[in-house]
């Protein structure tokens, strides 16, 4: 479950900054395959991704984060 709202987070950002999942997993170093897994809540991003994927989107971690997810940055 908490994946998942990660996931749609990432997603939802992702979207709003204009990037496609293909162009956005190149930025971030990773493959289509497990950005699409994280988006789709299979798997749960850790900290160090979460934390490069609001610097891709120019965004704070906090704001990333679920509503009322405690983040331990």
């Known amino acids: ?3 998942e709202k990660w996931g749609r987070r990432i997603r939802a950002f992702r ?3 204009g990037f496609t999942q293909e162009s ?3 930025e ?3 493959s ?3 950005l699409g897994e994280i988006e789709r809540g299979n798997r749960m991003p ?3 991704f979460r934390s490069l994927v609001a610097c ?3 965004i704070s971690v906090e ?7 405690k983040n331990n940055c």
């Open 1 to 3: 479950m908490e994946a």
């Open 15 to 17: 979207k709003l900054k």
């Open 24 to 26: 956005f997993a190149k």
């Open 28 to 30: 971030l170093g990773v």
């Open 32 to 34: 289509v395959s497990v």
């Open 46 to 48: 850790d900290e160090s």
């Open 56 to 58: 891709m989107l120019d």
């Open 63 to 69: 704001e990333l984060a679920p509503p009322g997810e």
